[in-house]
C-alpha cells in the first residue's frame, strides 16, 4: 500500500484510542470496499457472487451497527440518561 493511500485509509490513519465501535464500523466498511474491488476484477463467476454475498453481509452487518446506536440513544432521551450527560458537561451555575 503506498503512502498516499495510507493517508485516505481510515484503519491506517485511526488513532488507538478512538471508539472502538467507530473502528469497527470503519474497518467493517474498508473490508465492503475491497470486497467490491475484488468482485469487479474477477472473471469468475461463482467467486463474483460470492463476494457479493460477503458484500451483502457486510452492508447488514453496519446497518445492525447503526441501528443498535441509535436505538440507545433513544433509549437513553427517554430515560432521562442523555439529559444528565448532557448537564454534566454544562459548568455549574455561578462558575460562568
Not at 55 to 81: C, K, M, P, W, Y
Amino acid at each position: 500500500m503506498e503512502l498516499s493511500s495510507l493517508a485516505n485509509d481510515p484503519v491506517a490513519r485511526d488513532p488507538v484510542d478512538r471508539d472502538p465501535v467507530a473502528r469497527a464500523v470503519d474497518a467493517l466498511k474498508l473490508a465492503r470496499r475491497q470486497v467490491r474491488l475484488a468482485q469487479r476484477a474477477t472473471n469468475n463467476w461463482r467467486l463474483e457472487g460470492a463476494l457479493a454475498d460477503i458484500e451483502d453481509d457486510l452492508g447488514v452487518d453496519l446497518t445492525r451497527i447503526q441501528d443498535a446506536v441509535h436505538d440507545n440513544a433513544a433509549d437513553a432521551e427517554f430515560s432521562g440518561e442523555a439529559q444528565v450527560r448532557r448537564q454534566a458537561w454544562l459548568p455549574p451555575r455561578g462558575l460562568v
